[in-house]
């Protein structure tokens, strides 16, 4: 309930109202009139062009800088209202002008999401105006919603760790497994080699082998054939 409520009052911005004003017939003034009246029409758009149009003629005009955030902002161009309600924070010096001025800035500043720029700005604003109790509930709105953002940006931070360590425990896993993936791969080398001399000494044995037969026949043959002779001789 609080929360619809609040929406209610933001959209309530403060703004200059040609019911309570009196203007003198100068065009900057005419413009701004005629862009009040497209105000209360909610024709928030051609009401911006009028006030731009004033600020052409008369680029200092307080009223028109005002009333052109305002129609920033009922257009949900909040950035655009900051900008023209922080101009007109160093042009004042009425308390309840500026009290004003800060509300609406606080309300643009709310909308996207900067609070601590929000809560600076209602603050400022009840230092000029005590009894403003709509900026007294929006304050304290944006501080909660200050509190909020900041534990959910600590959450992500380390929900982010967490995230981290699990990335460095993987690579650790991914390494170790690299290296005995390295290891496998050179004992099973290792194992290929060994087997490798065995079969070169085998066949180095089998070859040696051969050769002391093929001696050994050779000489069998020539220890044959000199006994033959010598049987010959005796005859």
């Known amino acids: 309930m609080k929360i619809n409520f609040f929406i209610f009052l933001v959209v ?126 929006n304050l304290a709105y944006a501080q909660k919603m200050l509190q909020q953002q900041q534990q959910k940006q600590d959450e992500k931070k380390n929900e982010d760790k967490k995230e981290d360590k699990k990335e460095d425990k993987k690579d650790k896993e991914n390494k170790k497994d690299e290296q005995k993936d390295k290891k496998n791969e050179d004992k099973k080398e290792q194992q290929q080699k060994q087997e490798i001399s065995k079969e070169d000494a085998q066949r180095l044995l089998e070859a040696l082998n051969n050769d002391e037969k093929k001696l050994r026949d050779k000489m069998n043959e020539k220890k044959a054939k000199g006994t033959k002779q010598q049987v010959d001789k005796d005859w």
């Open 12 to 137: 309530n911005v403060w703004s200059y109202s040609i019911s309570t004003l009196v203007y003198a017939q100068t065009e900057e003034q005419k413009l701004v009139r005629e862009g009040n009246k497209q105000y209360k029409e909610k024709n928030f758009s051609q009401a911006e062009k009028n006030y731009l149009d004033a600020l052409g003629k008369k680029p200092n005009s307080f009223k028109g800088t005002f009333n052109l955030g305002d129609a920033y902002y009922q257009q949900k161009k909040y950035k655009e209202a900051a900008e023209q309600f922080e101009m007109l924070t160093s042009r004042s010096s009425n308390s309840d002008t500026l009290s004003k001025v800060y509300h609406n800035l606080g309300n643009s500043y709310l909308k996207q999401k900067e609070y601590e720029k929000s809560i600076s700005a209602y603050k400022n604003s009840l230092k000029r105006n005590t009894e403003d109790e709509d900026a007294r509930y």
